[in-house]
């Protein structure tokens, strides 16, 4: 008794313009440069499949959106092994010429974490979007690098909360 339990949910957009963000449909609507990742169906986040990136690599996708309210990137990534040189980056483009907008960029080896980007341009969007990955090797030992769950899209509006009953026995 007395025990709490944590649970982490994140919703996708209702207006989802990734296509093929869960890389059930390995890499579809993505355009790929450099060591080509691959799909995997073991250790990814969920589902059947995620991405791997090692090497030098990049991974792109662009679309459009209407009237969204703050849109906002949502994926989940965990990176292995490399000898900290390595650099996974992420990149949110919007505006007319998609240039980049908001990024992230880590070197640090860790399980599967959730992070999110946000557009930051107005409060309700309309134009073009879209993402790039990328992993620059740069030291003598490789990382990986999987993905998986990358949706882009309006923001909820904030923290939701819900509360769930409590069954002791």
Same mark, same amino acid.
């Given at each position: ?20 963000g ?10 790929? =440069?450099?060591?080509?990742?691959? *799909?995997v169906?073991?250790? !990814?986040? &969920?589902?059947?499949?995620? @991405?791997?990136?090692?090497? /030098? ?7 459009s959106?209407?009237?969204s ?25 919007g ?7 908001? =990024?992230?960029?880590?070197?640090? *080896?860790?399980?599967?974490? !959730?992070? &999110?980007?946000?557009?930051? @341009?107005?409060?309700?969007? /309309?134009?073009?979007?879209?993402v ?6 740069n030291?003598?030992?490789q ?8 949706s882009?899209?309006?923001s909820?509006?904030?923290p ?10």
């Amino acid at each position: 008794m007395g025990q709490t339990t944590s649970l982490t949910f994140v919703l996708r957009p209702p207006d989802d313009v990734m296509n093929n963000g869960d890389f059930e449909n390995g890499l579809n609507n993505w355009e790929v =440069s450099g060591t080509p990742p691959d *799909n995997v169906t073991s250790g !990814q986040y &969920s589902g059947n499949s995620s @991405l791997r990136l090692s090497g /030098t690599t990049a991974l792109s996708q662009t679309d459009s959106i209407s009237n969204s309210y703050q849109p906002i990137l949502s994926f989940w990534y965990k990176m292995e092994g490399g000898d900290g040189d390595d650099v996974f980056t992420v990149e949110l483009l919007g505006t007319g010429g998609l240039t980049p907008v908001n =990024s992230f960029s880590t070197s640090t *080896n860790s399980g599967w974490q !959730q992070a &999110s980007l946000p557009l930051n @341009l107005i409060e309700v969007y /309309t134009g073009p979007v879209g993402v790039n990955f990328s992993l620059a090797q740069n030291g003598s030992t490789q990382a990986t690098v999987y993905v998986d769950e990358v949706s882009l899209g309006a923001s909820w509006g904030g923290p939701l909360k819900t509360y769930l009953p409590v069954i002791s026995q």
